[in-house]
C-alpha cells in the first residue's frame, strides 16, 4: 500500500533516517514494518537494495528511494567506521530541520561543522545510547527531546575532519591544512597511522582501537590530532622531529629511521590532496636527518621539497657521466653536500641551483657539429678558425665541468659583430670575392695563411664588403685575401721543380744552393706543404755572380767532370757531394771566369783550346 505522507529526502540526509522519518510521519511503529509494507524482507539489505519495488509499493518517487539507496551503498563503503547500531546528533540541527545528517554516520565524525559543537550520541536524561530503533529522530526512546541535550563547543581537530567528511572531502570549514578533493577512505587510513602511533617513544596502539563505536571513543582516540594539525605544520613538525630524534642511530634511509609510520602515510598520502602530511616530513627530515632521502617511491617530492639532487641523478640532468662528476667533486669545482648511504658509505648531493648553473654554463659552450651549423663552415674551415684563434675555444674542455663542448657559443657572435662593425661596404668593386666558408685548404692552399688572414680579418686589417647572418656569408674581396697566400708568389716566380725544368739543372742541386744560400728564395706553404719559390729577380742576381759547371761543360760540348780537370786552379763552389765522393753542382764564379779571359787574351791564344 502506499503511504499517506510522501516526500523526497534532503541532499544529506542518511538513507535509513530518510525511511524512519517517513515511519514517524505516516504513524508506523518501525522501518522494519516500513520494508513489510514495501513487500521485502524486514532488512536493511533487502529495504535499500530493491529501490525500484519500494518505490512503487510505498507511493514514492523513483528517483527518492534511488537516493536514498546510494546513500545507504556510499556509508557501508566506509566499513568498520559506519556506525550501524547508534545515531550520533547534533542537536541545534535537530531543532532547525529535523533530520539525520548522513555524515553522522561516520566513526570519526564527532562534531558539526556549521553549529561548531560536538555530536551527542546518548541521552542525558537516561544515559542510554541513541539506538536506530526510536519512535522518532528527535526525540530518545525515554522521550527526552534530543533538541535539549547539552552542547559543547568541538575542538578545531574535531572540526577539521568532521568538515571533510560531511563535505565529501570538498574543504575543511576554513582550518588547517586547508585540503581539497579529499578521498574519504585514505583520509581514515591516515587519520588512524597517525592516532595509532601518535606517541613516537611507545609501541602503536592495537589496530581495533581505530574503529570506535561512540562519539566518546572516537573523541578518545582523535585527541592526538589536536596536537598534531596546531598551528600546521609547526604542531606536525615538532611530532616530526621527535619521531627523528627516538629513530634508529645507524638509519641511513627515511624508511628506516622512521619505520612503519613513513611507509604508512607515504603510501596513502602520495599523489593525493594528504601529500602535505608527507611534504612536512621530508622538508624537516631534509634538515634534521643526515641519512639520504629520495630512495623510495617519493624521490621526486624529495627532490623538490630538499632543492639537492643525488650526483647520479645530477649527472644525468647536467649530460655528463657519474664519474666524471664525482671527479669534479673531489676537486672542489662545485658545490655540494655528503650523506650517509648504506652501512659504510656516502653519498653526494649538488643543489638544484649548482646543477642549474653548471647546466647554463655548459649551454655557453658547444659541439664542433654545432659550431659549424651557428658560423655556417664545414668542418675543415672550423679547423682553421680555431687554429687562428680567433674564437674562444678548448680542445681540453673535457677536463671542464663547465663547458659542454670545445667552442664557445657567443664567441662566434663577437667575431661577427666586429667583423660588421670593420666592414667597408664602400670598397666593394667589380672583381672576384670570396667568402669565409671558401678560405679552405683545398681552394686556398696555405693552411697558415688562411689562419693569417682569419686573424687579419679579425683584426680589422682585411675588412669585408658585405656581412651575412652568419660567419660562413661574409664576403670579402679577393685581392685583400689572397696578399697572404703563396700562390701569388708562386705565381710570379717559380718553384725548384718548375726552375728545374726549365733549366736543365738538378733539383738536388738548386735545393742544395738554397741551403748554402747562393740562391735566394721564398718559403711559402703550399697545400699544407713546405714549398721554395725563386723569384725573377732573384735568379737574375744568380745568374750575374754563378755560372753552373754544367751550363758551361754543356756549351763547350764536355761533360762536367771532364771539364773540372781542366781547371784545377779555378774554385768551385756549391758543389754536392755525392756518397761515392764525386760532386755535383758545382758552380763558377763570374769574376772567375773574367779573370781568365783576359789571361788568355793578353797571352794571345785561347786558354781553352
Known amino acids: 500500500m502506499s503511504l499517506i505522507v510522501t516526500y523526497a529526502p534532503h541532499v544529506d540526509e542518511s538513507g535509513l533516517g530518510y525511511y524512519r522519518r517517513l515511519v514517524t510521519d505516516n504513524v508506523l511503529s518501525g522501518w522494519q514494518e516500513l520494508a513489510g509494507i514495501a513487500g521485502v524482507q524486514r532488512s536493511r539489505h533487502a529495504l535499500f537494495g530493491h529501490a525500484d519495488l519500494v518505490a512503487s509499493q510505498l507511493g514514492l518517487e523513483f528517483e527518492w528511494a534511488l537516493r536514498a539507496s546510494q ?14 547500531h547508534t545515531d550520533a546528533v547534533c542537536p541545534v540541527c535537530l531543532e532547525e530541520d529535523g533530520y539525520l545528517r548522513q555524515s553522522w554516520e561516520h566513526a570519526y565524525v564527532t562534531a558539526c561543522p556549521k553549529h561548531r559543537i560536538k555530536l551527542v550520541d546518548c541521552c542525558n536524561d537516561c544515559g542510554e545510547s541513541l539506538t536506530q530503533h526510536r519512535d522518532h529522530v528527535d526525540r530518545c526512546s525515554c522521550g527526552q527531546d534530543l533538541q535539549r541535550l547539552p552542547r559543547e563547543e568541538a575542538t578545531p581537530a574535531q572540526l577539521w575532519l568532521s568538515a571533510l567528511i560531511a563535505s565529501h572531502g570538498k574543504h575543511a570549514s576554513h582550518i588547517e591544512p586547508r585540503l581539497k578533493r579529499v578521498d574519504i577512505s585514505t583520509l581514515g587510513q591516515v587519520v588512524a597511522t597517525l592516532c595509532l602511533s601518535a606517541d613516537p617513544t611507545r609501541a602503536p596502539l592495537h589496530r581495533s582501537l581505530a574503529y570506535p563505536r561512540t562519539v566518546t571513543e572516537a573523541a578518545t582516540f582523535l585527541a592526538p590530532l589536536e596536537g598534531l594539525l596546531a598551528n600546521w605544520p609547526a604542531g606536525f613538525q615538532v611530532h616530526v622531529e621527535r619521531r627523528i630524534e627516538v629513530g634508529t642511530p645507524e638509519a641511513r634511509t627515511l624508511n628506516t629511521l622512521l619505520g612503519p609510520w613513513y611507509i604508512g602515510l ?10 602535505v602530511f608527507l611534504q612536512v616530513i621530508i622538508e624537516v627530515a631534509a634538515e634534521k636527518f643526515d641519512g639520504i632521502l629520495g630512495l623510495d617511491s617519493a624521490k621526486n617530492m624529495a627532490e623538490d621539497v630538499t632543492e639537492y639532487l643525488r650526483s647520479a641523478e645530477a649527472a644525468k640532468v647536467i649530460g655528463v657521466s657519474a664519474s666524471r662528476l664525482h671527479k669534479a667533486i673531489q676537486d672542489g669545482e662545485c658545490i655540494h653536500r655528503t650523506r650517509r648511504f648504506g652501512t659504510r658509505g656516502q653519498v653526494y648531493e649538488l643543489p638544484r641551483a649548482e646543477v642549474d648553473r653548471i647546466q647554463q654554463r655548459r649551454n655557453e659552450w658547444i659541439s ?23 674564437i674562444s675555444a678548448d680542445v681540453n674542455w673535457r677536463h671542464d665541468l663547465l663547458k659542454g663542448g670545445p667552442v664557445a657559443s657567443d664567441s662566434f657572435s663577437a667575431l661577427l659583430t666586429r667583423i660588421r662593425e670593420a666592414a667597408d ?4 668593386s667589380k672583381g672576384e670575392t670570396l667568402t669565409w666558408a671558401e678560405l679552405t685548404s683545398r681552394r686556398m692552399g696555405d693552411k697558415r695563411a688562411i689562419q693569417a688572414v682569419m686573424q687579419a680579418i679579425a683584426d680589422g686589417r682585411v675588412k669585408a664588403i658585405e656581412v ?9 674581396r679577393r685581392e685583400d685575401v689572397t696578399e697572404y697566400f703563396g700562390t701569388p708568389l708562386l705565381e710570379a716566380g717559380m718553384s725548384i721543380q718548375q726552375l728545374a725544368k726549365l733549366t736543365g739543372w738538378k733539383w738536388e742541386s738548386i735545393s742544395h744552393w738554397i741551403e748554402e744560400g747562393l740562391l735566394e728564395s721564398e718559403a711559402i706553404q703550399l697545400r699544407g706543404k713546405s714549398c721554395r719559390v725563386v723569384m725573377p729577380h732573384q735568379l737574375l742576381s744568380f745568374r750575374q755572380t754563378y755560372v753552373p759547371l754544367a751550363d758551361l761543360a754543356r756549351g763547350m760540348g764536355t761533360k762536367s767532370s771532364a771539364l773540372s780537370k781542366l781547371l784545377p786552379g779555378i774554385e768551385q763552389v756549391g758543389a754536392k757531394p755525392l756518397p761515392d765522393g764525386a760532386f755535383r753542382g758545382g758552380l763558377i764564379r763570374m769574376a772567375d771566369l773574367g779573370r781568365l779571359a783576359v789571361i788568355g787574351a793578353r797571352a794571345g791564344h785561347d786558354l781553352f783550346v
Open 71 to 84: 546513500k545507504e551503498e556510499e556509508s557501508r563503503s566506509w566499513g568498520r567506521l559506519y556506525r550501524v
Open 266 to 275: 607515504r603510501k596513502a598520502c602520495q599523489g593525493t590532496a594528504l601529500e
Open 368 to 390: 664542433l657539429d654545432a659550431a659549424c651549423e651557428v658560423a655556417g663552415v664545414t668542418p675543415a674551415v672550423l679547423e682553421h678558425i680555431v687554429a687562428a684563434g680567433v
Open 425 to 428: 661596404s664602400a670598397a666593394a
Open 468 to 476: 651575412g647572418c652568419r660567419l660562413g656569408d661574409c664576403v670579402f
